[in-house]
């Protein structure tokens, strides 16, 4: 299985609502991620997880909640998002074996419009 | 400030014809990575080069690693309408974190 799986593919929401972005993968990796990416830009990093525990986070404001709940999930809370955070949203997953950043796996990502 | 810059940003080209995707930056990379994107979905790793001057081929795609490992270019020999997509890539400085260029979105016509 090499496979980084997002859930839901689609999502929108109020910007009075609360949800969670999914994502699983069962290929042994240590490292997980969050990115964003806006249309027609690259993928901004978010937050990066090893070894289950948190060790970046790229500023990114309080209404965006990780939690990494054990090595082949990683959730993304969110709450009391705005219009601007729309946004295709990006899990992906790494070997730690070299380092960090090694052969990054992505999901399919979930393309979130907050109204 | 953009750290590694893609050159062109946007390509549309007829099928067959043969491209090079340029990635340059004044910094030194500990490797590079080329990925391609297509609409609604993940960037998918092509290759990641992390020697000076390394050259790297995937069936008509050949990926070079400039010799100070500061620039790498992609190119594509008789493009197909498959190749289509957005092309990043994105490079490792240190231990610090992936940078990405801003891409290059590249279409081949039939």
């Known amino acids: 299985d090499t496979e980084v799986t997002q859930t839901p593919k689609h999502l929108v929401m109020g910007m009075t609502n609360k949800k969670s972005l999914k994502c699983e993968q069962h290929m042994g990796h240590r490292a997980m991620y969050w990115y964003k990416q806006k249309a027609k830009k690259p993928p901004e990093l978010m937050f990066v997880y090893s070894y289950e525990k948190l060790s970046i986070n790229e500023s990114v404001p309080s209404r965006f909640s990780p939690e990494c709940p054990n090595s082949s999930l990683l959730n993304l809370h969110l709450h009391a998002l705005q219009p601007e955070d729309s946004a295709l949203y990006l899990c992906a997953s790494s070997p730690i074996g070299q380092g960090l950043w090694e052969k990054l796996f992505f999901g399919s990502g979930t393309q979130l419009s907050v109204l | 400030t953009q750290l590694l810059k893609q050159s062109p940003q946007f390509l549309s080209i007829q099928e067959g014809e043969n491209l090079t995707v340029y990635c340059n930056s004044s910094s030194v990379f500990s490797s590079l990575q080329w990925y391609r994107q297509e609409p609604g979905e993940g960037p998918v790793l092509l290759v990641t080069v992390v020697t000076g001057g390394e050259v790297k081929k995937l069936k008509r795609l050949t990926f070079q690693f400039g010799d100070a490992r500061k620039d790498s270019s992609l190119h594509i020999t008789a493009a197909q309408p498959g190749d289509t997509g957005l092309y990043l890539c994105?490079?490792?400085?240190?231990?610090?974190?992936?940078?990405f260029g801003q891409g290059t979105r590249l279409t081949i016509n039939p």
């Open positions: 994105a490079g490792v400085q240190g231990a610090q974190k992936l940078v």
